[in-house]
């Protein structure tokens, strides 16, 4: 087994073409993917067969994809003020299906978990729509389309006023999340509030913020509390293929506008899964 976990960033929107939108790029991918003849399958199933919870048929090749940070171009067509109006990444996948009703097609989009995390950076990362929200987590599970994963409380993010600092933590980082109560306030009290809020398969994932996994995590804290907080995986950001050898607690992926920036750089990734 070798698959490619393909990172999209929904907010990356600096224009209308391929190389500086990541909406526009996976509605490209995904006609790339289609026409490789490889299957899209959830990641929660993809863990599943990792944890030697499922098979893989021998005969398809697979491709995962995820979505980071659950803004609400996820889910809502939006009118973005330079590049004008933009499909979101659910209903990519859902025109994408009008045209294959046979094909796979699955995301799971890593969300900030806390509300008034999310309320201060639309202000401080977006431009202050309110555009960062939570109604959507549960309707969009119910498409069967997207699963809601765990990108921690509040993203460790630099760009949060200093009433969210945690005893002079550096911010801007996720490699400062090295104690046992720093690790609980970012990953378990997010997933209890995401199983809570929006219960479906996702949320037994974790992807790390800035793709920054740690010794401490990955080594101690996952092993020891993960089976009890109800995560199954951890996904980083080294650009590599997923395989039975791959560390659980720091899965590879591939991340659109590093790893590939053009729909023949992404053909090379996907040609090499095979």
């Given amino acids: 087994m070798k698959v490619p976990i ?3 960033h929904s907010m990356r929107i600096h224009g209308r073409e391929y190389q500086d939108n990541d909406l526009c790029a ?4 995904l006609e790339l993917i289609q026409s490789e003849g490889m299957t899209v399958t959830p990641l929660s199933r993809l863990v599943g067969v990792l944890r030697g919870g499922g098979n893989s ?6 491709v995962a994809l995820s979505c980071d940070d659950g803004g609400d171009f996820d889910f809502h067509d939006l009118p973005h003020p330079v590049a004008g109006g933009q499909r979101s990444v659910l209903n990519i996948l859902r025109d994408f299906k009008d045209r ?3 094909a796979s097609a699955h995301i799971t989009s ?3 978990v806390s509300p008034e995390a999310r309320g201060e950076l639309d202000k401080t990362c977006m431009i202050g729509k309110g555009w960062w929200n939570d109604d959507w987590w549960q309707p969009a599970i119910s498409t069967g389309l997207m699963d809601i994963g765990n990108h921690s409380w509040d993203h460790n993010h630099d760009a949060l006023p200093a009433a969210f600092h945690v005893n002079g933590v550096q911010r801007g980082t996720f490699s400062t999340i090295s104690t ?3 690790a609980d306030s ?3 009290v997010a997933a209890g509030y995401l199983k809570d809020r929006a219960p479906n398969p996702g949320d037994r994932l974790f992807a790390y913020p800035y793709g920054e996994a740690n010794r401490y995590l990955v080594d101690e804290y996952f092993p020891a509390y993960a089976s009890e907080i109800g995560i199954d995986a951890a996904f980083g950001d080294t650009p590599d293929y997923v395989s039975k050898e791959s560390p659980i607690w720091d899965l590879p992926r591939f991340i659109c506008a590093r790893d590939w920036k053009s729909p023949a750089q992404l053909l090379a ?3 090499e899964a095979g």
Avoid: G, M, N, P
Avoid at 26 to 29: P, W, Y
Avoid at 57 to 62: D, G, I, P
């Fill in 57 to 62: 048929s021998a005969e398809k090749r697979y």
């Fill in 180 to 182: 046992r109560l720093l």
């Fill in 110 to 112: 890593f969300v900030i």
């Fill in 100 to 102: 294959h009703a046979a």
């Fill in 26 to 29: 996976l509605a490209t991918d």
């Fill in 6 to 8: 393909l990172v999209y």
């Fill in 186 to 188: 970012q990953i378990r």
């Fill in 269 to 271: 990734i996907l040609r």
